[in-house]
């Protein structure tokens, strides 16, 4: 665990297209002295929500959203190993299950915030979790990945309803994520042990033919596209 706190002093964005996408990265100054201190980075399980409309209404493709969950964890794995770093996927128990849970719900919120940090006002506090070093001394390790995501399917014939869509992802995901179109949306964070985002990578696309949730190697790519500027 590194000694001392960890200061946020400087917020910048980068934007680049690679493959027709164009994620959105956030990270601090400091970013890049605080994970170089880091040796170990604990997973949390990806939440990752496949919708489809259709005539008959809104489904969530359970089987495919868990799979696609799946993918993702591992991809940001073999990612995190091949920069040296030691990973743990981390599974909520008895103890950690319900500060786990809170957190996650912390980090879906700011998630679906970033944007309000891409372009502070007024000198607005970074995003953070609160400490969460409790959760990082339980497991060992000095800092945690998380990530979340949803697309939106459409059968052919069916047109794209605006009423099936808000039913599908606004209560999980606010009015602003409404898609017009078939929508990819994702977003991986690192925290330190304050809680302290310190790096973040969103995309907000048309579902590719080659990076989305309902194929395993389109998930992999979709995530290390997430993952391409991440400083180191």
């Not at 990265?25 to 994970?35: G, Q």
């Not at 304050?194 to 973040?200: C, D, E, R, V």
């Amino acid at each position: 665990m590194p000694a001392r706190a960890f200061k946020i002093s400087f917020i910048a964005v980068v934007l680049f297209l690679a493959c027709g996408c164009a994620p959105a990265h956030y990270s601090t100054r400091d970013a890049l002295e605080y994970i170089d201190a880091v040796k170990t980075i604990g997973i949390i399980q990806p939440d990752i929500k496949v919708f489809e409309l259709s005539e008959d209404g809104v489904a969530v493709m359970a089987g495919i959203s868990e799979a696609a969950a799946k993918s993702s964890a591992e991809e940001i794995a073999v990612f995190l190993k091949s920069r040296r770093f030691k990973v743990k996927l981390i599974e909520p128990n008895l103890k950690t299950m319900k500060e786990l849970k809170e957190v996650r719900a912390l980090s879906k919120a700011v998630h679906k915030n970033l944007q309000e940090f891409w372009n502070p006002m007024n000198n607005a506090a970074p995003p953070s979790l609160g400490s969460i070093e409790a959760l990082a001394d339980h497991y060992g390790v000095e800092a945690f990945v998380f990530m979340d995501g949803f697309e939106v399917h459409k059968e052919e014939k069916t047109p794209l309803s605006k009423t099936l869509a808000t039913l599908a992802v606004g209560t999980l995901y606010g009015p602003g994520a409404l898609p017009k179109q078939n929508r990819s949306r994702a977003c991986v964070s690192m925290a330190d042990y304050n809680g302290a985002i310190i790096w973040a990578s969103f995309r907000d696309e048309a579902v590719s033919l080659r990076e989305n949730f309902k194929e395993r190697e389109n998930t992999k790519r979709l995530v290390r596209g997430l993952l391409s500027r991440f400083p180191r």
